[in-house]
Protein backbone atom coordinates (compact mmCIF):
# COMPACT_ATOMS: atom_id res chain seq x y z
CA UNK A 1 0.00 0.00 0.00
CA UNK A 2 1.10 3.12 -0.66
CA UNK A 3 1.91 6.37 1.56
CA UNK A 4 -1.16 8.22 -0.11
CA UNK A 5 -2.96 5.14 -0.22
CA UNK A 6 -2.50 5.00 3.76
CA UNK A 7 -3.12 8.32 3.91
CA UNK A 8 -6.43 8.38 2.46
CA UNK A 9 -7.24 5.67 5.09
CA UNK A 10 -6.50 6.94 7.56
CA UNK A 11 -8.83 9.95 6.66
CA UNK A 12 -11.29 7.73 5.65
CA UNK A 13 -11.30 6.55 9.37
CA UNK A 14 -11.08 9.30 11.17
CA UNK A 15 -13.99 10.64 9.36
CA UNK A 16 -16.07 7.71 10.71
CA UNK A 17 -14.80 8.03 14.08
CA UNK A 18 -15.75 11.69 13.98
CA UNK A 19 -19.06 10.45 12.80
CA UNK A 20 -19.51 8.55 15.65
CA UNK A 21 -18.55 11.30 17.93
CA UNK A 22 -21.25 13.30 16.63
CA UNK A 23 -24.13 10.96 16.97
CA UNK A 24 -22.96 10.36 20.35
CA UNK A 25 -22.89 13.85 22.01
CA UNK A 26 -23.54 15.18 24.50
CA UNK A 27 -22.03 11.73 25.73
CA UNK A 28 -18.53 10.06 24.91
CA UNK A 29 -17.87 7.55 22.22
CA UNK A 30 -15.57 4.92 21.89
CA UNK A 31 -14.14 2.47 19.84
CA UNK A 32 -11.33 0.52 18.46
CA UNK A 33 -8.88 1.46 15.55
CA UNK A 34 -7.47 -2.08 14.14
CA UNK A 35 -5.73 -2.42 10.69
CA UNK A 36 -7.47 0.09 8.67
CA UNK A 37 -10.99 -0.58 10.26
CA UNK A 38 -13.04 1.22 12.75
CA UNK A 39 -15.06 -0.58 15.33
CA UNK A 40 -18.08 1.78 16.63
CA UNK A 41 -17.66 0.59 20.51
CA UNK A 42 -21.10 0.83 22.99
CA UNK A 43 -20.30 3.25 26.05
CA UNK A 44 -22.43 1.71 29.09
CA UNK A 45 -21.08 4.44 31.63
CA UNK A 46 -24.87 5.81 31.73
CA UNK A 47 -26.12 2.29 32.58
CA UNK A 48 -23.32 1.90 35.25
CA UNK A 49 -24.19 5.03 36.61
CA UNK A 50 -27.91 4.32 36.75
CA UNK A 51 -27.17 1.19 38.83
CA UNK A 52 -24.68 2.56 41.64
CA UNK A 53 -23.92 6.48 41.19
CA UNK A 54 -21.95 5.69 43.72
CA UNK A 55 -19.71 3.11 42.53
CA UNK A 56 -19.65 5.30 39.26
CA UNK A 57 -20.06 8.83 39.68
CA UNK A 58 -19.74 9.72 36.25
CA UNK A 59 -22.14 9.21 33.99
CA UNK A 60 -21.44 9.00 29.84
CA UNK A 61 -21.60 12.98 29.11
CA UNK A 62 -18.31 13.10 31.13
CA UNK A 63 -16.31 9.46 30.97
CA UNK A 64 -16.76 5.82 29.12
CA UNK A 65 -16.64 2.27 29.72
CA UNK A 66 -16.71 -0.56 26.83
CA UNK A 67 -19.30 -2.98 26.69
CA UNK A 68 -18.14 -6.46 27.68
CA UNK A 69 -18.40 -8.05 24.04
CA UNK A 70 -16.08 -5.13 23.04
CA UNK A 71 -13.89 -5.89 25.07
CA UNK A 72 -13.64 -9.60 24.22
CA UNK A 73 -13.04 -7.88 20.82
CA UNK A 74 -10.27 -6.04 21.85
CA UNK A 75 -8.48 -8.70 23.69
CA UNK A 76 -8.87 -11.45 21.03
CA UNK A 77 -7.59 -9.00 18.75
CA UNK A 78 -4.19 -7.32 19.90
CA UNK A 79 -2.08 -9.43 17.50
CA UNK A 80 -2.64 -11.34 14.12
CA UNK A 81 -3.09 -9.19 10.95
CA UNK A 82 -5.34 -6.72 11.97
CA UNK A 83 -4.03 -5.89 15.52
CA UNK A 84 -6.11 -3.06 17.33
CA UNK A 85 -3.61 -0.17 17.37
CA UNK A 86 -5.81 2.45 18.52
CA UNK A 87 -8.61 2.67 21.44
CA UNK A 88 -10.91 6.21 21.01
CA UNK A 89 -13.16 7.63 22.44
CA UNK A 90 -14.67 11.84 22.92
CA UNK A 91 -14.31 14.85 25.34
CA UNK A 92 -17.51 16.69 24.90
CA UNK A 93 -16.93 20.21 25.15
CA UNK A 94 -14.16 19.91 27.23
CA UNK A 95 -11.03 20.00 24.64
CA UNK A 96 -8.85 16.72 23.13
CA UNK A 97 -6.02 16.14 26.22
CA UNK A 98 -5.10 13.02 27.30
CA UNK A 99 -7.11 13.31 31.11
CA UNK A 100 -6.45 11.42 34.32
CA UNK A 101 -9.34 9.60 34.38
CA UNK A 102 -7.84 8.66 31.18
CA UNK A 103 -4.52 7.93 32.32
CA UNK A 104 -5.59 5.81 35.64
CA UNK A 105 -7.95 4.00 33.17
CA UNK A 106 -5.22 3.33 30.48
CA UNK A 107 -2.22 2.52 32.99
CA UNK A 108 -1.70 -0.14 35.31
CA UNK A 109 0.79 -0.13 38.02
CA UNK A 110 2.88 2.24 35.73
CA UNK A 111 2.39 -0.46 33.08
CA UNK A 112 0.15 0.37 29.86
CA UNK A 113 -3.01 -2.42 30.22
CA UNK A 114 -2.61 -2.69 26.35
CA UNK A 115 0.06 -2.06 24.10
CA UNK A 116 -2.27 0.45 21.63
CA UNK A 117 -2.25 4.47 21.09
CA UNK A 118 -4.92 6.56 22.09
CA UNK A 119 -6.94 8.86 19.95
CA UNK A 120 -9.03 11.61 22.24
CA UNK A 121 -11.77 13.69 19.86
CA UNK A 122 -12.16 17.25 21.06
CA UNK A 123 -16.84 17.80 20.30
CA UNK A 124 -17.52 20.79 20.75
CA UNK A 125 -21.17 21.83 20.84
CA UNK A 126 -21.92 18.71 18.59
CA UNK A 127 -18.93 19.51 16.03
CA UNK A 128 -15.65 17.84 16.04
CA UNK A 129 -12.51 20.64 16.25
CA UNK A 130 -9.73 18.36 16.13
CA UNK A 131 -8.29 15.12 17.90
CA UNK A 132 -5.22 14.28 19.27
CA UNK A 133 -3.64 11.27 19.23
CA UNK A 134 -1.37 9.89 22.45
CA UNK A 135 1.35 7.37 22.93
CA UNK A 136 2.75 5.96 25.93
CA UNK A 137 6.47 6.60 26.57
CA UNK A 138 8.63 6.40 30.02
CA UNK A 139 5.35 6.14 32.11
CA UNK A 140 3.20 9.14 30.88
CA UNK A 141 1.07 9.77 27.68
CA UNK A 142 2.57 12.42 24.95
CA UNK A 143 0.67 13.75 21.83
CA UNK A 144 2.20 12.27 19.00
CA UNK A 145 -0.51 13.89 16.18
CA UNK A 146 -2.88 16.23 16.40
CA UNK A 147 -5.66 16.03 13.56
CA UNK A 148 -7.59 18.67 12.04
CA UNK A 149 -11.59 18.82 12.56
CA UNK A 150 -14.46 17.00 10.89
CA UNK A 151 -15.21 20.23 8.22
CA UNK A 152 -11.53 19.80 7.67
CA UNK A 153 -11.38 16.37 6.97
CA UNK A 154 -14.36 16.62 4.62
CA UNK A 155 -12.76 19.32 2.49
CA UNK A 156 -9.76 17.35 2.35
CA UNK A 157 -11.33 14.11 0.74
CA UNK A 158 -14.20 15.83 -1.19
Known amino acids: MSP ?5 IEQFSLIQIYEHAIECYPDECCGLVYGNLVRECK ?3 NELHAK ?7 DASCGYTFLFDDLVFLNRNLVGDNPVRIIYHSHPDVGAYFSEEDHG ?6 TLIYPVDYLVIAVDKGKVSCARLFKFHNKEFIEIKKFAGYEEMIDKVS
Open 105 to 110: RAVYND
Open 52 to 58: DSVKYPR
Open 43 to 45: NIQ
Open 4 to 8: DEQEH
